[in-house]
């Protein structure tokens, strides 16, 4: 590789940190108050999924990944997502293995995963929105 990947701003890479779980909470908030057809439902997760999940994935594990790798891969819509993904999927799956070991039957399955699948796709946009903020082009 000749030359140095370009890198973000450190104010635009603070809120693209910023941004990321947020989007992420909010998208899996709609979703969840869509399926419960319950607004309020959505506002609780919303609060709650940032305040448990979201910040601390995001510092325990977005902030280290981004800094090991900032040098040696260009950050693209789709590796974002990916670790977008795992970043958000990684908790609520962790936190759902005693009960998805209990599972007796598919539907008992598709409840036990619900959680962890729609993190995983909430990450998913989170870590595109990463992407959009922290490699967005023009003023900073």
Request: aromatic share 6%.
């Amino acid at each position: 590789m000749s030359g140095t990947l370009p890198q973000p701003s450190g104010r635009r890479l603070a809120a693209a940190f910023v941004a990321a779980p947020l989007a992420a909470v909010l998208a899996l908030a709609v979703a969840m108050a869509a399926v419960a057809g319950d607004p309020q439902a959505g506002v609780a997760i919303a609060v709650f999924g940032s305040v448990l999940f979201a910040g601390p994935a995001t510092l325990m594990l977005g902030v280290p990944l981004w800094f090991a790798i900032r040098h040696r891969l260009r950050a693209t819509a789709g590796r974002c997502a990916a670790a977008g993904a795992v970043i958000g999927g990684a908790p609520p799956l962790l936190m759902m293995l005693p009960s998805i070991s209990r599972v007796t039957g598919p539907h008992d399955l598709v409840g036990a995963l619900f959680v962890p699948v729609g993190a995983v796709a909430a990450g998913a946009l989170g870590g595109v929105v990463f992407w959009a903020v922290a490699t967005r082009r023009g003023a900073a």
